[in-house]
């Protein structure tokens, strides 16, 4: 009897966590959560180690809040290729997004950003798709905080200029975000890519467990790639200054 009690009481507590019950309150400092907006003055450091397919890549993102609406950063990643000759820097990615509506904007609460930036430079064996010199990307993220979830979507096109091979593609990614307590969060997505030229069609599949110590948050993620069976493992550490 009193397992069936601690049962209930577990998944009562879960529910009216997930419906913005929960005494756990959204931590201005959760910089996984996918509507986290850097504010005036902020420095966001991400770096990020990932491995799939005898490949280890190693990343580093900066970002900086100009505003309480604006924020822009860069980032670069290099990998080593164990079973081949795929070595080098990707693409530098310099990009912004602004705060289109917050939550006290509107009466439903509906949280919406505007994302965009550009790609450019890396080595050709590692840019993505690798012939690609320069990719321009914007597009439109939107989402609800609750006190223990966060949902959210973004919609985002890229335009890929080349004489032989250029091309379009779209993303679709709807995510879920559940703040479990005030040191833990669990996340999980879907990424549909369609794509002008359909071999770069891709469907991703990715589960993440994040650990915040105060200003700091450690990541951990497994992602599947559908059209090519490609699966990947990897971290991050966030940390806000």
Same mark, same amino acid.
């Given at each position: 009897?009193r397992?069936?009690?601690k049962?209930l009481?577990?998944?009562?507590a ?10 756990v309150?959204? #931590? ?19 770096t ?7 490949? =280890? ?22 990998q ?22 917050g ?11 505007l994302?965009?930036g ?10 993505t798709?690798?012939?690609a010199?320069?990719?321009?990307y914007?597009g439109?993220?939107a989402g ?23 091309m ?6 709807p995510?879920a975000?559940?703040?479990i ?7 999980g997505g ?7 030229r ?13 650990r ?18 490609? #699966?990947?493992?990897?971290t991050?550490?966030?940390? =806000?200054?």
């Amino acid at each position: 009897m009193r397992i069936t009690h601690k049962i209930l009481s577990v998944g009562f507590a879960a529910v009216l966590g997930v419906m913005g019950f929960s005494p756990v309150r959204a #931590a201005d400092n959760d910089t996984n959560d996918p509507m986290y907006r850097l504010a005036l003055g902020e420095v966001l450091s991400q770096t990020s180690v990932s491995f799939w397919d005898s490949t =280890l890549r190693l990343g580093q993102d900066f970002s900086y809040g100009f505003s309480n609406r604006f924020a822009a950063g860069i980032n670069a990643h290099y990998q080593f290729d164990f079973d081949g000759d795929e070595d080098g820097f990707s693409n530098i990615d310099v990009g912004g997004n602004y705060r289109l509506s917050g939550p006290s904007d509107n009466s439903s609460r509906i949280i919406s950003d505007l994302l965009f930036g550009l790609k450019f430079g890396g080595s050709s064996h590692v840019r993505t798709p690798e012939y690609a010199d320069t990719i321009y990307y914007a597009g439109v993220r939107a989402g609800r905080q609750w006190a223990g979830l966060t949902l959210a979507a973004t919609v985002k096109t890229s335009w890929i200029f080349d004489n032989d091979r250029g091309m379009a593609y779209i993303d679709l990614t709807p995510e879920a975000y559940f703040r479990i307590n005030p040191n833990w969060r669990l996340g999980g997505g879907f990424m549909f890519r369609k794509a002008t030229r359909p071999h770069y069609d891709q469907e991703w599949i990715d589960f993440k467990v994040i650990r915040q110590y105060g200003r700091t948050q450690y990541l951990a993620h497994v992602d599947y790639e559908f059209e090519s069976n490609e #699966a990947q493992i990897g971290t991050r550490v966030n940390i =806000l200054f």
